[in-house]
């Protein structure tokens, strides 16, 4: 791509910026008004609620010692394949479900699993995730997206509102097949354009490290729009959630009010605190109890989320955010909750793939449907991002790696999924369909990207072909006659 000054860069990306909203506002809206006049089936009756039986102590924590065992042993098996933990973490729940061990061995699945411990589990699981995104908002660099705004905002923006329309679009198809007539087409669409559209930024971060990308320009440039990405997507479920859960637009527009309203004051009159909690912290100052009053505000803060109708995670993730991320603070809640995130949080994932029934894609039809989802969702982040990359002045190469790298999902993915499944925005299948996805496009990653280090490698080793000769030829310039040397220059030149 040919040089350009910074003002026809910044005018062009403007001129890109604003086609790109318009653009998207009005693809929704046609969207929206084609996916309001579709027709979907009743819901189904529900049953009376099952009675509350007692569960025993130790059958929870048979329950927990049995998933968490298997969730470290297959981590541990696809991290020696290159592969994220969390990719194992979700197998091993996928293989104590109903799609594997339930299914082989009823019984003994029954026995060691049964489904009374099951809303332990699942509670146990929601403090675990609530825990690690309280950890996600401590890494999250503001100064960093501060230094890399002027282009990161566009390529960030672009990564997320393409592959939100591209899943708008696709929940045409969708919405009659795999939601009822009690969830609005808005609520449908824009939960699987989220879906579509989020990416995984503590796996990323993961991968970055792993291959010594997080200090170069590409993986600090991946790490700022992934970090743009989750708190738009964050953003925009918040939103969503609140269209579900209140049936009026005012109910609607009074919790995003409200939620705006929080992070207003998490970030202004929160966040002071914070810092001077921290530089107690710094001076040594009963750092114990520092520690106790900020994880307390961390479960106010998830409360108070929860109690104005969005998710508790986004108010942990903000909690986290505010917190000044170089302090002593942040490094000793880090150090202390690591242990316990490692016992909590592989129960979050082994609960998501003990809901994820991969017995409900059945037929070619349903697989060409997974097929269709993860071709939308690779298409819409890839392509938006390599798109955009390449209009803020990025090189091919290095456009297709942000691209691939954003595509990454993971943790982010699987707390849309659960969150819209609870709310009974899409189904089960759909949410198998939308799982299969999210392990898909986090594990093509590094392959992909080993793919593209080899390839980039071979083109170079074949531009330097040539070297030798050229090398030769200058060792030898005073031994060759000039008659010669202007015979081997000219053949080198047509060799080239």
Request: proline fraction near 5%.
């Amino acid at each position: 791509m040919t040089m350009s000054s910074p003002y026809d860069l910044g005018r062009r990306l403007t001129f890109a910026y604003v086609a790109l909203i318009a653009g998207a506002v009005t693809i929704f809206a046609l969207i929206h008004w084609l996916g309001a006049r579709l027709g979907t089936p009743a819901p189904p009756v529900l049953k009376g609620a099952a009675t509350a039986q007692a569960v025993p102590l130790m059958n929870t924590l048979v329950s927990m010692a049995m998933v968490l065992a298997t969730a470290t042993a297959v981590g541990c098996v696809v991290s020696r394949l290159g592969q994220p933990r969390v990719i194992g973490e979700l197998l091993a729940g996928v293989l104590l479900g109903p799609s594997f061990f339930g299914g082989i061995m009823p019984h003994l699945a029954t026995y060691l699993l049964p489904a009374t411990v099951m809303p332990y589990i699942a509670m146990l699981a929601q403090l675990g995730v609530v825990l690690y995104m309280f950890q996600v908002g401590l890494q999250l660099d503001v100064e960093l997206i501060r230094g890399r705004a002027h282009s990161a905002a566009f390529m960030s923006h672009a990564s997320i509102i393409v592959p939100l329309v591209f899943g708008a679009a696709l929940a045409l198809f969708l919405y009659p097949r795999f939601s009822t007539n009690d969830v609005s087409f808005l609520a449908f669409g824009m939960f699987v354009g989220v879906a579509m559209a989020v990416a995984a930024f503590p796996v990323l971060a993961r991968i970055l490290n792993e291959r010594g990308l997080s200090r170069t320009h590409i993986g600090a440039m991946a790490l700022t729009c992934a970090a743009v990405d989750d708190v738009t997507a964050w953003l925009l479920l918040a939103v969503v959630v609140g269209l579900v859960r209140h049936a009026n637009t005012a109910d609607a527009v009074a919790t995003l009010a409200s939620t705006v309203l929080f992070i207003a004051v998490s970030f202004t009159l929160v966040r002071p605190l914070l810092r001077g909690l921290a530089g107690r912290v710094e001076a040594r100052a009963t750092p114990r109890a520092v520690l106790a009053s900020a994880l307390a505000g961390l479960l106010i803060s998830a409360a108070a989320t929860e109690w104005i109708g969005i998710h508790a995670v986004f108010g942990a993730f903000i909690f986290g955010a505010v917190i000044p991320r170089d302090s002593s603070l942040a490094r000793s809640a880090t150090q202390r909750l690591e242990g316990l995130t490692v016992l909590l949080l592989p129960a979050y994932f082994a609960f998501t793939g003990m809901r994820t029934e991969v017995g409900l894609v059945s037929g070619w039809m349903d697989w060409a449907l997974c097929g269709v989802i993860i071709c939308t969702a690779t298409a819409g982040k890839l392509g938006g991002t390599f798109t955009a990359a390449r209009l803020a002045g990025m090189e091919r190469s290095s456009a297709l790696r942000l691209g691939i790298l954003l595509n990454t999902r993971g943790l982010m993915e699987l707390v849309v999924l659960n969150i819209a499944l609870e709310l009974h925005v899409i189904s089960p299948e759909l949410f198998t369909m939308m799982v299969i996805m999210a392990v898909v496009t986090t594990m093509m990653t590094t392959p992909v990207l080993q793919w593209l280090d080899s390839r980039d490698a071979s083109v170079n080793k074949m531009k330097c072909q040539p070297m030798p000769d050229a090398c030769d030829l200058r060792r030898h310039e005073d031994s060759v006659p000039p008659a010669t040397l202007v015979d081997v220059t000219s053949r080198n030149s047509l060799a080239r």
